[in-house]
């Protein structure tokens, strides 16, 4: 599902600083990795260019089949769109949308019409348990509340693959244990592939793969 | 200071484009300030110098307004004992035949005893020409150039010249080049010398003089001996050194002067709007960075200081900036002002070269520094009130709390009340004035809400048009209103600008239209000059006569105008034969009865004023009005107050017959012509070229032609006025740059998120498009509202301070729809940049930008 190919990414600024050397890495559909690493170690780097939100200065990425090499800005965008969804530390929902509106977001963007949409978003909230909060403002809802709706928009369209950088990583542990369970709940319901970038140890644990990243490369990477 | 480098250069360093924005305003608003201030004051120098060089030892004037005087008041002149030498003189701009040169000055003189007063220092010629003068009179077509305008035309001694004459163009012979000197280089040395008997023949004048130039005799007081001439001459005759001729021709253009200031001043004020709301939204940006420094001991003074420190510099590099451009557009600028000039009072003067005041360019640099203070001072203070803990703590800051707006909706009430108070009492300018300012500030401090309102409005519209897009872009303003509502106020104010004086060129056209349909009826006017408001030659009686007894005419009107002297003033007297004036050719009466003050004006017992001078000069129906005349002066009542668009200096009406009997002055600038049903314009211009060919120099002007000529002679005046337009909209424009380019980097996450959830470009670009378009939109509706206010008192200030005309309230609802497509343009075409920026940045950073 997702395959990296002598993969680098180097900053080039006053110095020239390698965030990833030569990964090469291969995820099967349906299997839920955690990428772990200390901070500077590249993790989140790899999670933006398997999501197609950066590019890598050399080698090749695969999603689902698609090769996001030389291809135009909204053709990365419409792989993005379709095959990947987001979840955030700090949730990145829209603070002017409410919940519905901000669900309802990407499929908006993919020109569904707005019957369609509005079933669809209800739908994801009520999976979420959110069906009570569909009208409120993010600044409303808690920290855990917010990251439902943030991963109720990732699955909008239902992609093939979810990545979540940090998904609790702002919020206490007790609703941070209640979003990975449905996250992992998802997975089971809906087989997407996952990657968690955490650096919660605990949340690396209740993954069955873990892959652990230093100086840019991959230094482990173990099936439970 | 130091503080100041290490934090605010930083900031600016990072947010370079959005500096340039905003101090785009200071530069637009010093640049036209100076540009055409220093236009005005280089036509008004290259006068001074020339009326200056021309005197050359003169140390009087005597003048008699445009009618010229008797010459034998020229020895009762040189007849006063304190009087050392008096000399008459006669002066027109006359064009030239020549491919290279459009007009000279001529300045006919008394060669015999001229020469005490002026220096003609010849180069070279037939000295025996001019060393004996009575040589140089005897020889009527003898003319003296300066160096300068026979290098420029390869002209040499005995070189022939032709100029227009009373008689049509006439060959003269130059018979001496003077050196160049001071008076050699008066209006720009296209000077020629003329004998003053052959000049008063050339250009028609009779037996009189245009002027008397004279010096006073050694130990006589030149005070002492202005008043006693004044009077001996009585108050008819102006007595007075040449600089005050400057004065005179500064009160003709003091409406363009103050039309520079309302242009200058309104881009400034829409540029202050631009840099209180960059001020403000850096303030707000820079919060946590403000806190930092507070933390780490900073006061809240020096915080203070700081950001006006930021803005001083900014408006000292800005006015900098537009000093340098406004110096460099004011020789556009002030030739076709001179021109202009030229074509509106028929005062011909062109500008040598461009000459600034320091005293200007050191008021233009203040003035953009402190413009750009007092807009950073509300954002200074807000700075200086950031508390540090809260600063530091991370979280949406909203911007504009409701009790602030509420604050706001509450004095703007309390203004509203005190400008109904103004209106009540608005006789009184600084009431009037005070009262306009105080509307213009309630106004501003309702933006915002009115903008949210509308924001809050055109949401559902925008939501339904694009779902996404609309909503993100309505949201967006909606939510950071004082970001919104800067750009707003700008563009609001714009508008507002437009609508006024698009309102003021609607009545002035309508007005103007109407009054031509009345006064200028005539189916032919026949004039002694190609342009209409030139009056340097003018019909004698005999030839207006004999033209009125060609075969074909109806009946005939001449017509006398001159600029004389009012109260310090220059106005237009026009005499014609009111007794002839058919019913229908009645000026629209003001005050008075329409039928009985026209037939007592006819007899001579009194005068018709314009509107417009009873307005400037505040004299009422039925006063009686003093003029003075070159016979004393002459009082008469007011018999009525017309609705006349002459002059913009205000006009008086009077018979001929009192003009010629007051002003001993029977000539004829236009003769207007009804002719007989059966004969058509064209066989009547034969007939008078015919009957004319040789006699005289004449135009014939058709109904058309004159209504053109004067429809041009408007397009030019609100053509000049239309520059404020472009300035405005033009500061507007670069407001919503400045304020999406803000708005971009408030939501450079948000457009992140969009773009990672799956947003196409084009479909970020159409969120800062719409929004853009929104701004442009609020800002309109609520300029437009602002426009009808704002025209009313243009059309009072025009009434009472600019040209005393008062015309109807017609709101220019075309205007207002043409400017739909304009400012929706104008707004998308704002947007493409920062739609650009949008679009382009790095998504990982978005994403994580705080």
């Given at each position: ?224 | ?138 020889q009527p077509d003898s003319l003296m150039v300066t160096h300068e305008f026979a290098a420029a035309n390869r002209l040499v001694i005995n070189s022939k010249i032709t100029l227009d004459s009373m008689d049509g163009p006439r060959t003269f012979t130059v018979r001496g080049v003077m050196k160049s000197s001071g008076l050699t280089s008066a209006f720009g040395g296209n000077l020629a010398i003329m004998d003053i008997y052959a ?540 304020t999406l380019t803000v708005s971009i980097t408030d939501r450079r996450r948000e457009l992140g998120v969009l773009q990672a959830v799956g947003a196409l470009r084009n479909q970020v670009r159409g969120t800062i498009w719409l929004e853009a378009v929104a701004i442009g939109v609020i800002g309109l509706a609520i300029g437009l509202v602002f426009g009808s206010v704002a025209l009313y008192y243009s059309l009072e200030m025009s ?52």
């Amino acid at each position: 599902m997702i395959s990296l190919h002598r993969v680098s990414k180097r900053f080039d600024g006053k110095r020239r600083v390698v965030a990833l050397d030569t990964v090469n890495l291969e995820i099967e559909k349906g299997e839920m990795v955690s990428l772990v690493g200390p901070s500077g170690s590249g993790k989140s780097t790899l999670l933006n260019l398997i999501g197609g939100l950066d590019r890598p200065s050399e080698g090749d990425i695969r999603i689902d089949g698609a090769l996001l090499r030389d291809i135009s800005d909204d053709e990365l965008t419409r792989i993005r769109r379709d095959k990947i969804g987001f979840i955030f530390q700090f949730f990145n929902l829209l603070p002017t949308l409410s919940c519905l509106e901000n669900v309802s977001l990407p499929l908006h963007l993919r020109g569904w019409p707005a019957t369609k949409i509005a079933d669809r978003a209800r739908e994801l909230l009520s999976l979420v348990k959110l069906e009570k909060r569909m009208d409120h403002l993010p600044e409303e809802l808690s920290g855990g509340e917010r990251q439902r709706v943030a991963i109720a928009r990732a699955l909008s369209v239902f992609p093939p693959v979810l990545l979540a950088d940090e998904p609790t990583g702002n919020l206490d542990s007790h609703t941070g244990v209640e979003i990975l369970g449905l996250i992992r709940e998802l997975h089971e319901r809906l087989g997407a592939t996952i990657l968690i970038v955490t650096h919660d140890r605990s949340v690396a644990e209740s993954c069955p793969r873990q892959i652990a990243l230093r100086d840019g490369r991959i230094v482990m990477d173990q099936r439970q | 200071m130091r503080l100041l480098r290490l934090i605010s250069w930083q900031y600016v360093r990072k947010h370079l484009l959005r500096t340039v924005l905003t101090m785009a305003g200071i530069v637009l608003g010093v640049a036209v300030f100076v540009g055409m201030h220093t236009a005005n004051q280089s036509v008004l120098s290259a006068f001074n110098k020339t009326v200056d060089r021309i005197a050359g030892a003169t140390q009087l004037q005597i003048t008699a307004g445009e009618s010229g005087f008797d010459e034998e008041v020229l020895e009762r002149v040189q007849a006063v004992p304190g009087v050392r030498v008096a000399v008459p003189v006669i002066e027109a701009v006359v064009n030239l035949h020549l491919q290279s040169q459009s007009n000279i000055l001529v300045l006919a003189v008394d060669m015999t005893g001229d020469r005490s007063l002026r220096d003609y220092d010849l180069e070279e010629g037939e000295d025996t020409v001019v060393e004996d003068p009575l040589v140089f009179i005897s020889q009527p077509d003898s003319l003296m150039v300066t160096h300068e305008f026979a290098a420029a035309n390869r002209l040499v001694i005995n070189s022939k010249i032709t100029l227009d004459s009373m008689d049509g163009p006439r060959t003269f012979t130059v018979r001496g080049v003077m050196k160049s000197s001071g008076l050699t280089s008066a209006f720009g040395g296209n000077l020629a010398i003329m004998d003053i008997y052959a000049a008063q023949k050339v250009f028609g004048r009779g037996r009189k003089f245009d002027r008397i130039d004279l010096a006073a005799a050694e130990g006589t007081s030149v005070p002492a001996l202005q008043q006693q001439l004044q009077t001996l001459l009585g108050a008819g005759f102006e007595v007075e050194p040449p600089s005050a001729r400057g004065k005179q021709f500064e009160s003709l253009t003091s409406v363009y002067g103050m039309l520079a200031n309302i242009t200058s001043l309104f881009a400034l004020f829409i540029g202050m709007f631009i840099i209180y709301n960059s001020f403000a939204i850096a303030v707000t940006q820079r919060r946590s960075e403000i806190g930092i420094v507070r933390a780490l001991g900073a006061t809240r003074r020096q915080i203070q200081n700081l950001f006006l420190m930021e803005s001083a510099m900014l408006g000292l590099i800005g006015a900098t900036a537009g000093l340098l451009l406004g110096l460099g557009i004011a020789r556009g600028i002030s030739t076709s002002l001179g021109n202009f000039l030229g074509e509106i009072y028929g005062v011909a003067q062109k500008a040598e070269e461009v000459s600034s005041d320091p005293r200007l360019l050191l008021g233009a640099l203040l003035m953009g520094v402190v413009t750009s203070v007092i807009a950073a001072w509300i954002p200074a203070r807000a700075a200086a009130g950031v508390d540090p803990v809260q600063a530091l703590q991370k979280g949406r800051y909203q911007q504009l709390s409701e009790g602030e707006n509420r604050i706001r909706r509450q004095i703007a009430a309390g203004l509203f009340v005190v400008v109904v108070f103004c209106l009540f009492f608005s006789q009184n300018r600084a009431v009037f004035y005070s009262g306009y300012f105080l509307t213009v500030i309630a106004g501003l401090l309702l933006v915002p809400t009115i903008a949210l309102w509308l924001s809050k409005a055109i949401r559902p519209v925008m939501r339904y048009l694009r779902p996404v897009e609309g909503a993100l872009a309505a949201d967006s303003l909606i939510q950071s209103p004082r970001r919104t509502s800067g750009a707003v106020s700008a563009l609001a104010l714009s508008i507002a600008l437009v609508i006024s004086l698009g309102g003021m060129a609607r009545a002035s056209y309508d007005s103007i239209e109407e009054w031509m349909r009345i006064a200028l009826n005539p189916d032919i006017f026949l004039t002694p000059t190609q342009n209409i408001t030139d009056r340097s030659f003018r019909f004698p009686a005999s030839i207006a006569e004999e033209v009125s007894k060609l075969p074909g005419i109806h009946y005939t009107q001449f017509v006398r105008n001159a600029r004389m002297m009012y109260e310090g003033n220059p106005v237009m007297f026009v005499a014609l034969d009111i007794g002839n004036l058919r019913p229908e050719s009645h000026l629209p009466a003001v005050e008075g009865d329409a039928t009985s003050m026209y037939k007592q004006a006819a007899e001579g017992k009194g005068f018709l004023i314009s509107d417009n001078f009873a307005e400037l000069y505040k004299v009422k129906y039925r006063q009686k009005l003093t003029v003075n005349t070159p016979t004393g002066p002459l009082s008469l009542p007011v018999l009525g107050i017309v609705r006349d668009y002459s002059d913009q200096k205000g006009s008086i009406l009077l018979d001929r017959s009192v003009f010629i009997r007051h002003w001993r002055d029977d000539t004829v600038n236009v003769v207007r012509i009804y002719l007989n049903k059966d004969t058509t314009v064209t066989q009547m211009r034969a007939r008078i070229e015919e009957r004319l060919a040789g006699k005289t120099r004449l135009f014939v002007f058709t109904n058309q032609d004159l209504k053109a000529y004067i429809i041009k002679i408007t397009d030019q005046w609100f053509g000049l006025t239309y520059i404020q337009l472009a300035v405005a909209v033009l500061v507007a424009i670069l407001g919503i740059i400045n304020t999406l380019t803000v708005s971009i980097t408030d939501r450079r996450r948000e457009l992140g998120v969009l773009q990672a959830v799956g947003a196409l470009r084009n479909q970020v670009r159409g969120t800062i498009w719409l929004e853009a378009v929104a701004i442009g939109v609020i800002g309109l509706a609520i300029g437009l509202v602002f426009g009808s206010v704002a025209l009313y008192y243009s059309l009072e200030m025009s009434a009472r301070d600019i040209a005393g005309l008062r015309l109807d309230y017609t709101y220019p609802w075309n205007m207002a729809a043409g400017l739909f497509p304009i400012i929706t343009g104008a707004a998308l075409f704002a947007a493409l940049g920062p739609a650009e920026q949008a679009v382009r940045g790095g998504l990982v950073e978005a994403l994580e930008y705080e």
